[in-house]
């Protein structure tokens, strides 16, 4: 007999003991919307990808120059909405739901405060952030006028960010990734519209006239903003008017709340410093990336965009763990809390073996996706196979890092983070980059990825990740 997650929690809450295939079926019921809407996601990348590849390198290469500095900024600023989503999750274990969308208006007061400063900051750095990152001077106008208006619409994404993760929490997987859906659907339509000229194609034997504005890079970023702008508008819409455990037309305080700030500092604070820690470590291997060549920056790019293909599955399982452990953690409940960590991590690793084969295998023709270029798909696919040795350990890391998160563990995450990847992979890139180039760095991100993984599921294996307890 199928349950749901609320009747899990529900369970637990009464300290029945559930079985496995139960446990497994409600990890599969919220997994499979979230792998097939990173698998989407996945795919409308490689599409924008490909739309910006095929102009040329320098329009891929100006878009990698920065890249690496969008992951810095919106990974602090998801790391710190993240720890909202976990308090939702651990209230709703607990049964206390009007603490739980006490925690939603007020984080809706945080997107709104904080998105604007951040995209001011964006803007702000957008001039001279190329050239900090040593761009070469052709690179740097596109790049400039990429991260700055991406940086605009950062309140949006917040918003669509937090709300779906706030969704997931209550067991609804589906909506949020109907909602990314949309928005990948329309950053295709977009950026095909903003980045193409207008032309004729030939379209079962006629002829016809395509409309563009032709605006290349800043066009691929005008376009992925204005997707960000549709999804946060309609997830804080679903918000509003759907029914539901955070529907926030019920009466309640808009009050800001000592609880909620003390578990935002112990949460989120801690988030956010990993989430600095890891995009900081990878804007510094894109400053040995960019001078190693045109062609060593644009394969970086686009091997990192074909690598998403094998880690979106162990994300999505990530979501599941958060939500679950969360719940089970605010119900009290340890043993389930370790039953379903164990149960997430196990299947996250084996469906990122599975994807590491397929990156192995297709690694000359995903990278023949993105670009025309033969340098770039021949050296692009050599570190692709370098990284598929990867992708299990990777996602130990991944599901594992989730299951903790979920349970207040954030600073374990984070010092695991900070040590592998400052360690190890920056360490192993500075030493290796001069006589190997791209190759040495990819080697350098495979060997931290493995180490990564096994110290993650030692401390899983200790159980000291539980000791935090449920948030106040």
């Given at each position: 007999?199928?349950?749901?997650?609320?009747?899990?929690?529900?369970?637990?809450?009464?300290?029945?003991?559930v079985?496995?295939?139960?446990?497994?079926?409600?990890?599969?019921?919220?997994s499979?919307?979230?792998?097939?809407?990173?698998?989407?996601?996945?795919?409308?990348?490689?599409?924008?990808?490909?739309?910006?590849?095929?102009?040329?390198?320098?329009?891929?290469?100006s878009?990698?120059?920065?890249?690496?500095?969008?992951?810095?900024?919106?990974?602090?600023?998801?790391?710190?909405?993240m720890s909202?989503?976990?308090?939702?999750?651990?209230?709703?274990?607990?049964?206390?739901?009007?603490?739980?969308?006490?925690?939603?208006?007020?984080?809706?007061?945080?997107?709104?405060?904080?998105?604007?400063?951040?995209?001011?900051?964006?803007?702000?750095?957008?001039?001279?952030?190329?050239?900090?990152?040593?761009?070469?001077?052709?690179?740097?106008?596109?790049?400039?006028?990429?991260?700055?208006?991406?940086?605009?619409?950062l309140?949006?994404?917040?918003?669509?960010?937090?709300?779906?993760?706030?969704?997931?929490?209550?067991?609804?997987?589906?909506?949020?990734g109907l909602?990314?859906?949309?928005?990948?659907?329309?950053?295709?339509?977009?950026?095909?519209?903003?980045?193409?000229?207008?032309?004729?194609?030939?379209?079962?034997?006629?002829?016809?006239?395509?409309?563009?504005?032709?605006?290349?890079?800043?066009?691929?970023?005008?376009?992925?903003?204005?997707?960000?702008?549709?999804?946060?508008l309609?997830?804080?819409?679903?918000?509003?008017?759907?029914?539901?455990?955070?529907?926030?037309?019920?009466?309640?305080?808009?009050?800001?709340?000592?609880?909620?700030?003390?578990?935002?500092?112990?949460?989120?604070?801690?988030?956010?410093a990993?989430?600095?820690?890891?995009?900081?470590?990878?804007v510094?291997?894109?400053?040995?990336?960019?001078?190693?060549?045109?062609?060593?920056?644009?394969?970086?790019?686009?091997?990192?965009?074909?690598?998403?293909?094998?880690?979106?599955?162990?994300?999505?399982?990530?979501?599941?763990?958060?939500?679950?452990?969360?719940?089970?953690?605010?119900?009290?409940?340890?043993?389930?809390?370790?039953r379903?960590?164990?149960?997430?991590?196990?299947?996250?690793?084996?469906?990122?073996?599975?994807?590491?084969?397929?990156?192995?295998?297709?690694?000359?023709?995903?990278?023949?996706?993105?670009?025309?270029?033969?340098?770039?798909?021949?050296?692009?696919?050599?570190?692709?196979?370098?990284?598929?040795?990867?992708?299990?350990?990777?996602?130990a890391?991944?599901?594992?890092?989730?299951?903790?998160?979920?349970?207040?563990?954030?600073?374990?995450?984070?010092?695991?983070?900070?040590?592998?990847?400052?360690?190890?992979?920056?360490?192993?890139?500075?030493?290796?980059?001069?006589?190997?180039?791209?190759?040495?760095?990819?080697?350098?991100?495979?060997?931290?990825?493995?180490?990564?993984?096994a110290?993650?599921?030692?401390?899983?294996?200790?159980?000291?990740?539980?000791?935090?307890?449920?948030?106040?």
């Amino acid at each position: 007999m199928s349950i749901t997650l609320e009747q899990l929690s529900a369970k637990m809450r009464q300290g029945e003991q559930v079985p496995l295939q139960q446990t497994a079926q409600i990890v599969l019921t919220l997994s499979i919307p979230s792998i097939l809407q990173q698998i989407v996601v996945t795919a409308m990348e490689y599409i924008d990808a490909a739309m910006v590849g095929h102009i040329g390198a320098s329009a891929t290469a100006s878009i990698g120059i920065v890249s690496s500095s969008t992951w810095l900024l919106h990974g602090m600023l998801a790391g710190l909405y993240m720890s909202f989503s976990i308090q939702v999750a651990q209230y709703l274990g607990a049964d206390r739901q009007e603490d739980a969308r006490g925690v939603l208006r007020q984080s809706m007061l945080f997107n709104l405060f904080v998105g604007l400063a951040a995209a001011a900051f964006g803007i702000g750095i957008s001039r001279y952030l190329p050239g900090w990152l040593g761009a070469d001077p052709a690179l740097q106008a596109d790049a400039s006028a990429y991260f700055a208006i991406w940086a605009a619409s950062l309140p949006f994404a917040m918003a669509m960010g937090t709300y779906s993760s706030m969704l997931r929490s209550t067991g609804d997987a589906l909506t949020p990734g109907l909602i990314s859906v949309l928005t990948c659907i329309l950053d295709a339509i977009f950026n095909y519209v903003l980045i193409n000229p207008t032309r004729t194609i030939l379209l079962a034997g006629h002829s016809i006239t395509v409309f563009g504005f032709g605006w290349g890079v800043p066009g691929a970023a005008l376009g992925t903003a204005l997707s960000n702008v549709v999804g946060g508008l309609l997830a804080l819409a679903l918000l509003l008017f759907r029914d539901g455990v955070l529907c926030i037309r019920r009466p309640g305080s808009w009050r800001i709340t000592k609880a909620c700030l003390q578990n935002l500092w112990k949460v989120g604070a801690p988030l956010a410093a990993e989430r600095a820690a890891l995009s900081s470590a990878q804007v510094l291997l894109v400053r040995i990336v960019s001078g190693l060549g045109t062609t060593a920056i644009a394969a970086n790019s686009l091997g990192v965009s074909a690598e998403s293909l094998c880690y979106m599955a162990g994300y999505g399982v990530q979501d599941a763990s958060l939500a679950m452990v969360g719940q089970a953690v605010g119900a009290h409940r340890r043993d389930m809390a370790k039953r379903i960590a164990w149960l997430c991590t196990g299947m996250g690793m084996a469906i990122m073996a599975l994807t590491g084969v397929g990156l192995y295998v297709f690694a000359p023709a995903l990278m023949g996706i993105f670009t025309a270029d033969a340098a770039v798909i021949a050296l692009g696919a050599q570190v692709l196979r370098i990284e598929a040795f990867a992708e299990p350990m990777f996602g130990a890391s991944i599901v594992a890092s989730g299951a903790m998160q979920g349970a207040g563990d954030s600073t374990g995450c984070f010092v695991l983070n900070l040590v592998s990847m400052w360690g190890i992979r920056l360490t192993l890139a500075v030493l290796l980059a001069p006589r190997f180039g791209l190759v040495g760095v990819w080697f350098a991100m495979c060997a931290e990825l493995c180490t990564r993984g096994a110290l993650f599921l030692l401390r899983l294996a200790r159980g000291k990740w539980l000791d935090k307890g449920a948030l106040a």
